[in-house]
């Protein structure tokens, strides 16, 4: 069995639909795929609000990029539109998105290995 941790950079349709995903259905994937998924932290901006899905508040953080340098991450999946990306981008230290998706593929191929 493998282990894989997964970093959510968004929460809001498409984001609580895909955390609540791999929650509801962590036995089947885990079954099926041999992977077991799991979940380091969701970056969102307002980490107080009420969402459409219960997600632990310590997993919750307004700081995504804490989650994208978080060495226990292997795959950050970006759902926030492109925007929260790409402001991470910017101020990466001269690392840009194309970069960051590349480490983070990197990471996911060394995980599943």
Known sequence: MKNL???????GQVGSAVYSLLKRKAKVLE??????FRMIGVAVRHPKKRRAVRIPFSCLTSRADSLVRDPRVDVVVELAAGELFKRLAAGSG????????????????????
């Open 94 to 113: 001269g690392q840009d998105s194309q970069e960051l998706v590349s480490k983070s593929q990197m990471h996911f191929n060394t995980a599943m290995n």
């Open 31 to 36: 079954r099926e795929s041999g992977v077991f």
């Open 5 to 11: 941790s997964v970093a959510l950079l968004g929460c």
